[in-house]
């Protein structure tokens, strides 16, 4: 599409800080969006290679050679291989990456790239660049790769920097055939210790197992690997012995050995003796030359080392502006590159000056925007985001820069004045001087609205700066500098600004303004509506431009309302015409303005049809510029192309990829006054690309235009010399500068305001007044009140509203905490909930205890839960399938003898008595499953699995019969404490009689022996006042209202009252109290003296006194009756509780029984348990070690063929050296036949120089060399070699060097035999060198082959050592036993074991000796039982045998007897010679065929004539058929009539006829039928006769089954 002109990038700034590399001494370079920019550093040129692609990768360079490589950023991405400085594509590089390459790297030492992709398949790849062909790869090895670093000295050496490790891949070839081989580099820990490593595994044989199982290696058992955290690698650097120098994150300095894979610490900061200031700095970047290390860390600050052994010293300390990222040494190591993130290149030569040199100074960061300022000179000035504004020249060097401190949205560049305005994301609008290009400086600042400011433009003569925001409105600015650039006003337009544009139209002094709105706010980045706005280009500062708010009147600016169809996401306003680019149809479009409009209101809206559309921009949206000359229309998308299109003709256009699709493309564009110049601004990738355009077949035009342009330009100079003086006196702008100066008609407008509002004004203060002495007085009078009736200052407070809003929010945050606590409480209350329902609804037996009356002993039961349906099921199946093994069990014991059965039973019920064998007492306790296995047939897995089951059942019957007796123990309590409070109530009253105070004991039940009292709370256990709501509050008070009601009706019921008062409540009559029963004293005891009595009153008296005497006896007796009983009732609470206590010890022990027996089976369950552990890791170390065997087995059969393979092509290459060799011998042996016709003194002269040869660099053969390592050095100094030998030998060629009296014919002769036999020896030193490659590539294969083989053999052995002690461990079966605990060893006399006897070891040792002895006697006693017992039984089955045999022999012989022979078979019994016999049968068979193949051939000759005659009558009857066939309709016919007149004259006799012979048909059939069965039971009869006879008279075939 260039056949309109072209596009050539001219320059471009932009630094990303991703890699910088040099490609020659003097050069770097480093990618720049779409480009690769090339930075001379001495003269700090630029040049610009742009990239093939959309967008560039991953970038790498060998400064030796002069090759840079970099790859593109697309689906399946390409490397290009570049030379410099030509600039010429080498080689394009396709591999398998499916995404995007993360890092590449080139050799120095060979025409090798390596590159990592990145996902899916992570493949690190070599290449050679020179042959496109891909040397080796290795996929899945470059998950966690961030760099490749090649060995400088060997192109065979790699290293992949990870985040978390280094791996160095050594290149293993052999002629062709290449091999990536790994070698993982382990880091020390944080703290700079070592792991240890773990060596090979191996598995032990023991000749005793141990007691709890075999041992399994550590790498079965190692259940938690080291913890320590490894140190992260942040810098490599190669050393000249090919060992690396590594950085780490944590300060850390390594020197690691790739062949040894050795790791030594140079510097550890964590030691108290580690430099201070490398301590600080840390190790971030490392470059290496022969002399020193160069270092830079997080602090700026670049140090060069020396490193001794491991003594590391400071030679010299240098300090960045900012923290540097990259550090390199140039080729000839003489120039130190240092880069920044922040956008600087500094250069440093050591050798020559110890200062540091800053070459390029661009900066970071995404451009905002970008323009050309209106100067002869074409500045270009760009503005980051951050609110760097930076000047660049025409040829893309940097004048000036100056920070705004301000977020940047927009940018523009005034055409009457040199200066520019910037919007930023605060609204406001900032005006920057650019006079001094060295020096820029902010002159002025307007704040517009809270809003960013997204448009600035100004029209073509430079009238008004236009902005536009999301705000929907358009500001318009006076542009001179003499105005102060004041803000003449605003007006709103329907909807968020997408595009602004202007165009001036001098002729008719109006300046006309486009701007493009969304549909609705924030919703789309669209809109359909198009707002012209035309502007005077004359003074707008008058009365009546402007209202009151500032907003155009209406007969100063004319508006004009568009809709186009589709909606739009920029468009330029031309002349008469609007260009647009609609994204959703993904086209550009023109718009032809209609010219008379002067009828139409402001608010009508038209409707704009295309008048031409062309396809646009693929990734959009996309903006819009015009040229000055309104010639060209420039467009820039998101795919970060630019397109030139002409405006007379749209379908043509040019284009250039400016910027990466993948960074956001172009975010702005903008031609240069020229026209000829564009400049645009990348989204993401922060780079700037100026552009020049080629247009081809307008310069016609451009002529033209440049002539009516003529006093366009006269125009603006005129006006840029009057206003561009007044803008460079302009003061520099500061905070302080805002002060004062306030617009003179806002200030207008408050004044009319105020006096409007001033009597109102008055009014309001003298209110305000009066309400400030009336609160003073309230205050003064409030101060004298006294104390209970004085306010608080709080309550006089008249700010109501205000009040209300500090209730509300009081009453907020009270709601706040009120939800917080109930948040609170219901998260306790969920939690409480959760624990209840896990720990206590879920338990079918819930835990409590009982403790003890008087003793401490407390009894726990077990808290069960409710077996689940599963374990049912499990249970029963294991059950079911115990029933049928012992039924099958009990089947086969059925055939044993019945006194080997009695035998077995006794001795099973001496097992089955004794627990020794059980391991447990569950079957004492009663409590045994029986279907529990023996421990001593529990072998298998499913066996040991099922009597888990089974001892959990046992587990779970022995806690489920003791909690039963556990209840009826807790039920006796209960009712023990009733009755213990029913005696405790008669003790009190008998108490209360007698008027006496002792304290009882009454017992109680405990929270463990009550646990559910633990779920209620009492109201006495709240200590905090109970907090009501108001419904809980409400509820509170009706209940007390119905309580109140119910007393007082209660008070009303005088009877029950009376009844209460006369008989405290009772019907009954009263018993009354002898021990309240007073004798009344005479009233005369006590008013008159004993002397006055009378007789009748002495009488009265001593009846009183032995009515007291006969009282007080009666009350002593009664008391006595009373604390008798009252003795008694205590006495039966003691007794009583004792006898509970004694109850509870006996469950006590039944407890501790109970327990010892549940261990004992939990015991079995653990030892069980570990077998099945134990067996299932025996099982998956077999598995692994098979898997391993496996996998080893098919390396080693890999490498022997691989060996096979390598073995012939080194016999094939060593064949082809012989020969090489062969004629190179024969060079020597011919060379005097070459000579023949030459004298010998000259033959033996030129011989002499035949075998000299210049000094220059030869390539060694020697066998010491390490061929792999110094492989590159050989293929990259062989060409080199050559041609310095060619050179020598054209100089020893010369006819200078002729020998004295030699003919030059013979001397040219003589130079091209030494040519051939030099290139010959060159040749067969290359062979050697591939020769020696060779079998340095087979031995390693054989190693390989023999370590693996070796591998294998200990893989086998560990194999077969696990086997057999598998075996082992399932023959040698644990089992438990209970010993009865008693005797106690020791070997000191002197210890002091009081509740033990002591017994000396000789006794014991004289009584395990006699039990030894007695045990022997029973042992041989019960053998020689076993033994005479064995042979009875013997002896009877042998008798068995014989016995059976008789009874055989004698049915053969009665057999035999019986047996008839035909005669036949007597001569066939009779006849010795069977070979006559048999020649004889063989006679008579053949006889036999003959003559049955004579019958066959007369038989088959009848047979063919018959078939002769049968075919005759066949054609005979063919003939007759057709005849027939012929007269069938005729007799169809007839017959048809025939049939029609029988039905016709058919009478019931023949109906009649009919049935006769049916019932004849029946009968018949019956009767065949009949038959037929007779027929079968006839069959069936000859059978069963032929049967019996066989029986009676048997044939000798069958004896042979006796």
Known sequence: MDDIGGLEVRWIQGFTNKTVEFVDNETVCYACGNHICFLRLDTKLQSVLQGPGRAIGALTASGKSGIFAFSEQKLSPSIFVYVYPELQLKNELKGTAQLDYTSLTLSDGGPYLGCCSSLPDHTITVWNWETAEQICTRPQAGKDVVSLVFNPLSCLQLCALGSTSITVWNIERSASLHVLKPSVIELPAT??????????????????????????????????????????????????????????????????????????????????????????????????????????????VVHSLQINGTQINITHTWQLEGPATTAMYSPDCETVLLSSNTGQIYVLNPTRTNKIVKVLDVLCGKFAAAAWARTDKNICVSVRDSGELQLWSVDGMRLGSVSLQAEVTSLACCPIAQYAAVGTTSGNVLFVDLSREQEPRLVHQVHLCNTPVDHLVFDQEGNYLLTGASDSRIFVIDAKPSKKFSVLGCTVVPGPILSLSTQCIRDCEKVTVLALCAGQEGKHRDGRLLTLLSLPAKDLTGPDCVDRHGCLSSHVLQVSRYEVPHPLTSCVLGVSEVFAHCQRRKTLQRFRLPQDTAGLGSQQVVRLNPEQEVKGHPLGPACLVLSPHQLWLA????????????????????????????????????????????????????????????????????????????????????????????????????????????????????????????????????????????????????????????????????????????????????????????????AKRFLRDVLKRQCWDSLKVKSRSVKGFHCEHEVKNYPLKERTEKEVEELQRVQNMRKIEMAASTQCGLKKTSSAREEEQEEEDLTAESGVVTGSFSAQLGYSNPYIYDQFIVRTTEQKVNQIILLQDVIHRIKTAFNAEFDAVHRQKVQELNHVRERNR?????????????????????????????????????????????????????????????????????????????????????????????????????????????????????????????????????????????????????????????????????????????????????????????????????????????????????????????????????????????????????????????????????????????????????????????????????????????????????????????????????????????????????????????????????????????????????????????????????????????????????????????????????????????????????????????????????????????????????????????????????????????????????????????????????????????????????????????????????????????????????????????????????????????????????????????????????????
């Open 635 to 826: 467009s820039a998308g998101r795919d970060g192309l630019l397109r030139i299109r002409e405006t007379s003709s749209m379908e043509r256009y040019t284009e250039l990829q400016c910027h990466p699709c993948r960074l956001g493309g172009v975010r702005s564009l903008t031609f240069s006054t020229d026209s000829l110049t564009l400049l645009t601004a990348g989204c993401e990738d922060g780079s700037l690309v100026c552009t020049n355009l080629r247009i081809k077949g307008v310069e016609a035009e451009m002529n033209k235009v440049t002539q009516n342009g003529q006093p366009m330009a006269h125009f603006l100079k005129d006006i840029f010399n009057t206003e561009n003086p007044v803008l460079t006196d302009l003061p520099r702008w500061s905070q302080e500068s805002c002060v004062g100066s306030e617009n003179p008609e806002e200030s207008e407008v408050m004044k009319e305001e105020n006096e409007k509002c001033s009597e109102t004004k008055e009014n309001l203060r003298k209110t305000i007044q009066e309400l400030r002495g009336t609160i003073q007085e309230m205050l003064r009078e409030n101060e004298n009140v006294p104390a209970a009736e004085r306010l608080a200052q709080h309550e006089l407070n008249l700010d109501v509203e205000g009040q209300r809003g500090l209730d509300a929010m009081v009453e907020q945050e009270a709601t706040r905490v009120r939800e917080e606590i109930e948040w609170e409480i219901l």
């Open 986 to 1602: 008669h003790i009190r009253e008998i108490l209360l009689e007698l008027d006496m105070r002792q304290e009882l004991w009454e017992p109680s039940l405990t929270n463990s022996e009550w646990p559910e009292r633990l779920f209620t709370v009492d109201d006495s256990e709240i200590k905090a006042e109970k907090y009501l709501t108001p419904e809980q509050r409400e509820e509170e008070e009706r209940k007390e209202l119905e309580e109140q009601k119910h007393l007082a009706a209660k008070g009303d019921n005088f009877m029950k009252k009376g009844l209460d008062d006369m008989m405290d409540g009772l019907l009954e009559v009263k018993k009354e109290d002898i021990l309240k029963i007073e004798i009344t004293q005479p009233e005369f005891a006590l008013t008159k003296p004993d002397s006055h009595w009378s007789e009748e009153e002495k009488k009265v008296y001593k009846q009183y006194e032995k009515k007291t005497k006969d009282l007080s006896e009666k009350k002593e007796k009664y008391k006595k009756l009373r604390e008798t009983e009252m003795k008694r009732l205590q006495v039966s609470t003691k007794d009583a509780t004792k006898g509970f206590d004694e109850t509870l010890t006996k469950l006590f022990e039944k407890k501790v029984k109970c327990e010892m027996t549940i261990y004992q089976e939990k015991l079995k369950i653990t030892y069980l348990v570990y077998s099945v552990i134990l067996e299932e890791e025996m099982r998956n170390q077999e598995l692994d070690l098979k898997l391993k065997l496996g996998k080893t087995l098919a390396y080693r059969d890999e490498r022997e063929e691989e060996v096979k393979r390598h073995e012939e092509e080194v016999e094939l290459f060593l064949e082809t050296y012989d020969t090489i060799v062969a004629e190179d011998k024969l060079l020597d042996k011919e060379f005097r036949k070459e000579f023949f016709d030459v004298p010998a003194n000259v033959v033996d002269h030129l011989y002499k120089l035949f075998k000299r040869r210049p000094r220059v660099q030869k390539l060694r053969t020697d066998n010491k060399l390490n061929l792999f390592k110094e492989q590159s050095l050989w293929g990259s100094l062989a060409p080199d070699a050559t041609d310095k030998m060619s050179k020598a030998m054209e100089e020893q060629d010369a006819p200078e060097n002729t020998p004295e009296g030699l003919n030059p014919s013979v001397w040219k002769r003589f130079c091209l035999v030494r040519r051939v036999k030099i290139e010959s020896e060159h040749k067969v030193n290359i062979n050697s060198l591939t020769l020696a490659e060779m079998q340095k590539s087979i031995q390693e294969r054989r190693a390989e082959k023999e370590a693996a083989q070796q591998e294998i053999n200990n893989l086998s052995d560990e194999l077969e050592s696990l086997h057999k002690e598998k075996n082992r461990f399932l023959m040698d079966i644990m089992v438990q036993v209970i010993v009865k605990q008693g005797q106690v060893y020791t070997t000191d006399e002197t210890a002091d074991f009081p509740e033990y006897v002591l017994l000396h070891k000789g006794v014991v040792e004289d009584l395990n000796k006699t039990i030894r002895m007695l045990g022997g006697q029973n042992i041989a006693s019960m053998v020689q039982r076993k033994d005479f017992r064995k042979n009875t039984f013997l002896l009877e089955w042998k008798h068995k045998i014989m016995t059976m045999q008789i009874e055989d022999l004698n049915n053969k012989a009665r057999d035999i007897q019986r047996l008839h022979l035909s005669e036949e078979r007597q001569d066939y019994l009779n006849k010795r010679d069977l070979n006559s016999r048999v020649s004889q049968q063989v006679s008579v068979l053949e006889k036999t065929i003959a003559f049955q193949e004579k019958a066959h051939l007369h038989n088959v000759q009848r047979y063919k004539n018959k078939i002769k005659e049968l075919k005759k009558q066949a054609a005979m009857k063919a003939e007759k058929n057709a005849v027939s066939e012929q007269q069938l309709p005729n007799m169809q016919v007839t017959v048809a009539e025939r049939r029609h007149i029988d039905e016709a004259i058919a009478s019931e006799e023949n109906q009649a006829a009919t049935e006769g012979r049916h019932r004849e048909i029946v009968l018949r059939k019956n009767l065949e039928d009949f038959a037929r069965a007779q027929a079968e039971d006839l069959v069936v009869l000859w059978a069963e006769l032929e049967r019996l006879r066989m029986k009676n008279f048997p044939s000798l075939d069958q004896l042979k089954h006796y």
């Open 191 to 300: 703290d700079g210790s070592f792991a240890e490593r773990l060596g090979p595994t191996s598995y032990p044989v023991r000749a005793k197992p141990p007691y709890f199982g075999p041992e399994l290696p550590p790498v079965f058992t190692q259940t938690k690997l080291s913890t320590k955290a490894r140190l992260t690698p942040s810098t490599i650097c190669w050393t000249s012995t090919s060992k690396l120098l590594v950085g780490c994150a944590e300060g850390f300095l390594l020197l690691i050995d790739p062949v040894s894979r050795s790791v030594s610490v140079l510097f550890n900061p964590t030691t108290p003796d580690a430099d201070p200031d490398l301590r600080q700095s840390s190790f971030q970047v490392l470059t290496l030359n022969k002399n020193s290390l160069i270092t830079v860390g997080k602090d700026s």
